[in-house]
């Protein structure tokens, strides 16, 4: 059964680019260049997947999510946006995509082949969305450092924001470092931290808060994340 995309940019580029490239893999692909072009189309064909910009003309991409969750629940959502976001910017773009049902959020700019494994992945092997929230992209990509690594030798105090017992708490960890540099840090701690999640650190790192771009467990009870300063 083909599968049937919508590719919302006002980028003239990006729009044919995806779609000379996802139509190669046999799926059946649909571009607007506006919200309400993209409204337009959602009215008489029911999409698969939609990969959203953020930017539009006259819509905000996370706005014309609601929309498309609102009158499509099934469809599954991808969000396009700059990898140079601010700390504010990025954060809330998360925060708010996560809360509408995207499935991932992808930063520009990308390669062609490595949005087409997420599409492939999202509707050929049918990933459930719910698995989690994703960052994909160049943008998020553990690659070459601007500066040299070094370890912060005590431990490391953060926060983060929960839901316990019905309300959202913000509490209070440690961790230490096993990589510090001016884009981000890494750390070991006994709190399963994950992808998307947003945390804070206190005075010995000026209070700088980060978003968790990937988590492992290494050990029983101990965790290793990446964070990407903001």
Known sequence: MHKNILVVDDNELIRFGLAKA???????VATADTGAAALEKLCSCRYDLCLLDIDLPDFNGLELLKF????????KAVIMTAGSCNSSHLCGNIQEATASGACRLI??????????????????????????FRFTGSGFARCGRKSQRRV??????????????GESKRMNF????????????????????????????????????????????VAEGTYRAGIKFA
Request: hydrophobic letters at 40%; aromatic letters at 8%.
């Open 152 to 165: 912060f030798p005590d431990d490391i105090n953060f926060s983060m924001t929960l839901i316990a017992d």
């Open 68 to 75: 498309i969750k609102d009158m499509c629940p099934a469809t």
């Open 174 to 217: 440690q961790a230490k470092s096993f990589d510090l540099n001016e884009e981000g840090i890494g750390l070991l701690t006994d709190f399963p931290l994950k992808i998307s999640q947003i945390i804070g650190f206190e005075a010995e790192l000026d209070n700088r808060s980060g978003v968790v771009v990937w988590s492992s467990m």
């Open 107 to 132: 930063a520009k700019p990308f390669s062609l082949c490595e949005i087409t494994e997420v599409v492939r992945k999202l509707l050929d092997q049918d990933e459930d969305c719910q698995a989690g």
């Open 22 to 28: 996802l139509s190669h893999e046999s799926f059946e």
